[in-house]
């Protein structure tokens, strides 16, 4: 699991990375609100642990700036403003919980599991158009038609699925899928993705699966493609 950690106090920044890293995640920081936000958007994290007065960008700005932009992360807010208007405005503002400062670095680690927890284990159905996945079965169609697909074939599917809409780069979805650096001439990804149009967009009515030149691929329903 992948969390990043969104806050300005260095000394907190050194405790909150070591307790993370000692429990198992991956682990990385920035220190302002608007980097931070940027880094989520660019990158694929499962959680972010978010405080609330950062320079650049406010946590609560943050939580409605990244919902709007349909950021899957799961959000964690850590702010010494305890009041229960708050809260309310940091749930509202799209965080799925809120930690009040100071607290046990124990029952940080109990949110966060309890969080990711509760992420697994009602999987929502993935649709895009028409194509439908299903992460609790791996069940994937395109209309009515099934859809089979090899292990890292499904992987990438889900992984361009909850990221429908934003353009993914090369090497965050290398990253994602396979786990590691691949060297600069390294075309595994354009094979995978050329698997996928071959079993998903080929013969469909409209493909969903489309190259951004220079950039990477964005999976979405639309009128035109760039290839």
């Not at 959680?47 to 406010?58: A, F, Q, T, Y």
């Not at 439908?132 to 090899?150: F, H, Q, T, V, W």
Request: overall charge neutral; some cysteine; hydrophobic content about 40%.
């Amino acid at each position: 699991m992948k969390l990043l950690i969104v806050e300005d106090d260095p000394g907190l920044v050194k405790v909150l990375h070591k307790a993370v890293t000692e429990a198992g995640y991956i682990a990385t920081t920035e220190s302002d609100g608007l980097r931070g936000l940027n880094r989520a958007l660019e990158e694929s994290f499962d959680l972010i642990l978010l405080d609330v007065m950062l320079p650049g960008l406010d946590g609560f700005s943050f939580c409605r700036r990244a919902r709007e932009e349909k950021l899957p992360s799961l959000i964690l807010i850590m702010t010494a403003r305890d009041a229960v208007k708050d809260k309310v405005e940091g749930l509202d503002a799209g965080a799925d919980d809120y930690l009040v400062k100071p607290f046990p670095l124990a029952e940080m680690l109990a949110r966060i599991r309890a969080l990711l927890r509760r992420a697994q284990v009602t999987p929502t159905i993935l649709q895009v158009g028409d194509l439908r996945l299903n992460p609790a079965n791996r069940d994937a169609r395109r209309g009515e038609k099934r859809i089979l697909l090899s292990a890292t074939e499904y992987t990438l599917l889900e992984y361009l699925m909850r990221n429908a809409g934003r353009v993914l780069t090369r090497s965050i979805i290398k990253e994602h899928v396979w786990q590691y650096d691949f060297g600069g001439n390294d075309n595994v990804l354009e094979v995978y993705i050329s698997y996928l149009r071959s079993k998903i967009d080929k013969g469909a009515s409209a493909p969903l699966i489309h190259t951004v030149r220079g950039v990477g691929y964005v999976l979405e329903m639309r009128g035109d493609t760039v290839s």
